[in-house]
């Protein structure tokens, strides 16, 4: 096709707003000059949070020594760049404004004796209950002293990857036949309304990872997240009354044909929540791995959806409603979802995907971030590429375009992709400059994985926020 059948676009850089409602471009620039936005008391200038630790008595003392490594500036081996800023440091003087306390008295050692007892259970699941009983009793114990933390960290044992039942050589997991150990952690900690962070061995040894300065950035950032059950930056503008949900699906485990559908809900206020739906069986030959949704289904879903958005607003609807969806909808899907906000004003269903596309400008630099390139209802949008506010592209092959395509829109689609762009800097578990999917999209895998636990599934209502599943 010839390029002047496609009309071009071009979405600036959204901005992000940290303390005292600053503006940055950049995560870590931002953290760095302003300091995060705090939950409660947005004009706050310092925060210290508690954090209950679980371990060995090796590994609790090599997560302090991480953690102590955090409190000073640590530069990236290579040259600073705008990508590749250097740490800080977690100190009352520091600029990020917050730090991490560790108290012994909430500390759970994993004992000799106890790591003992566990070879004298049978090597499998019973052993591996054996050992999420014991952090379940340390957890509980931590949970229950009189000023529990804010969070809590479990640093893994190397040990136990050589007593345990395990999946995977290079890093293995700690597995339970079907259900794996992190997720499971997270199902315990979610009965406790307490949020947790794992940290791996190999994190602890500093052992083909990734460089410490993105270490402790994306620690610091993930955990202040999680103490303070609220995001550390958002964005400068989201349209009010509008709820923004991303549909997926996950497989139940232990179930052949089982699926579930999940939604992923945020605000124009920056919340962010996760819904599970129903579960249906799907038997498809031309589409196997492509769950889609019955009628019936699509209209349940978003139902929940809505009634979770009235409890928070005070039983008012939302005005307008933008649904992102990996796979297209089908035609019972659409009618079904249709059907359900037949009483809001706007609607947009997008699908995202990634395209094999490639565009290539007659210069010698990439195609910038936010390059809108569209025909008829096809638009592909740039969510990688070369950023202006950086001054280069931090990639190493040509950037692809996401693929979006609108099933039912209301809003002009350059808004629409405003948005994704903007959902791009949502990722509390990434301080990069962006990712290349919107959140509404990305954490759908991280969070499936979590409710396609066997003892998920027996659980009625898992709980909504975000910041327990991480």
Known sequence: MKMNKFKIDYIVEPELLFNKNKKSYNPCIGLIKYGPRFSGNKETEYKEFKIGLIGSEKSISQAKDLFESFQFKISPKKSVRPWRIPFPGLRKDSPLRFSFIFNPELEGEITTDEMIMLKDKKKGRERNEEFLGMIKDKMEKIYQSESPP??????????????????????????????DFHNRIKILAMKL???TQLIRPETLQQDKTQELFLIAWNLAVGILYKCQRGHPWKLTYLEEETCYVGISFFKEKGKKTRRASLAQIFLDTGESFVLRGDSFNWVNRESPNSPHLSKDGAKAIIELILKHYKNIRKGKNPSRIVIHKSSNFWDDELNGFLEATKDIKKKDLITISDSDVKFFGSDKYFILRGTLISKDNTNFLYTTGFVPTLGTYPGITAPRPLLIRSYHLDSDIKKVCEEILSFTKLDWNNTFVYGKFPVTISVSRKVGSIMAETVAQNIEELDPHYFYYM
Do not use: W
């Open 150 to 179: 804010d969070m809590i960290l479990i640093s893994i044992p190397e040990e136990l990857f050589n007593i345990l039942e395990t999946s995977g050589k290079d890093k293995p997991n700690i597995k339970f036949e079907d259900d």
């Open 193 to 195: 309304k307490m949020p």
